[in-house]
């Protein structure tokens, strides 16, 4: 099936930094969607990108859809405490449900020091 | 809407018992999910359902899971005869088709451990 490969495992910044990950495929997905999960909760969707190529913000979030189809990568701009927690990114390959259900990365555990 | 909700949030089992999780989708929503995580990992797709026909359930661990949605709103997943291995977190999913977009809405899950 198809593997995501999520990086870097975890993250340890400072409150204030800017943040970086990114997920890559060796398979082409049609929609990409970045989630972050809170411990004992369900993962919350942050981003969804649809369009290789495709630039998308939603607040200090900021997430690409790579132009091969192949990888996505998160930006989170001055990050602050509440930002803690994993970050996953899922892709799906076909246009919508059904065994395309989306695939999921292994996560990226992002702490922040004050 | 409160959103998916799930229950019971926590359940802890003995080996060699069944149990079942139930997932209230968000309303208007025709698709329902189930996904497993085990820690560490990220969530991996289980089975799926539209309204309450099951469209794909190869993904089910092995013939001890299954799942139901008869009238296609709230769902149940049961494992029977459980195993070690089964300790995880079930979370459900639902998405509506409606918008196109289909984008999947998590509950916060129900976690199992089996002694």
């Known amino acids: 099936g198809q593997q995501l490969n999520q990086s870097p495992q975890s993250m340890f910044i400072q409150e204030g930094e800017d943040v970086s990950m990114n997920c890559t495929s060796s398979?082409?997905?049609?929609?990409w969607l970045w989630y972050k999960q809170d411990p004992g909760e369900g993962p919350v969707l942050l981003i969804a990108?649809?369009?290789a190529g495709e630039l998308t913000s939603n607040g200090r979030l900021t997430a690409q859809f790579g132009i091969t189809r192949k990888d996505s990568f998160l930006n989170i701009s001055a990050s602050i405490p509440s930002d803690v927690g994993i970050y996953f990114c899922a892709g799906r390959w076909g246009s919508g449900g059904g065994a395309d259900g989306l695939t999921f990365g292994k996560g990226t555990h992002l702490i922040i020091q004050p | 809407d409160t959103g998916v909700s799930q229950n019971p949030r926590h359940k802890i089992t003995k080996r060699g018992q069944n149990v079942t999780f139930r997932c209230d989708p968000i309303?208007?929503?025709?698709?329902l999910y189930w996904y497993r995580q085990t820690l560490g990992q990220g969530p991996e797709f289980l089975t799926y359902f539209q309204n309450e026909a099951q469209l794909e359930k190869s993904r089910l661990l092995s013939d001890r899971f299954s799942a139901e949605r008869p009238k296609g709103s709230f769902s149940t997943l049961e494992i029977q005869r459980t195993e070690q291995g089964d300790s995880a977190m079930y979370l459900c999913?639902?998405?509506?088709?409606?918008?196109?977009?289909?984008?999947?809405?998590f509950g916060a899950g129900s976690r199992l451990t089996v002694l």
């Open positions: 309303s208007e929503h025709n698709r």
């Open positions: 398979s082409i997905f049609n929609t």
């Open positions: 999913a639902s998405s509506s088709t409606a918008s196109g977009a289909n984008v999947l809405t």
């Open positions: 990108l649809y369009k």
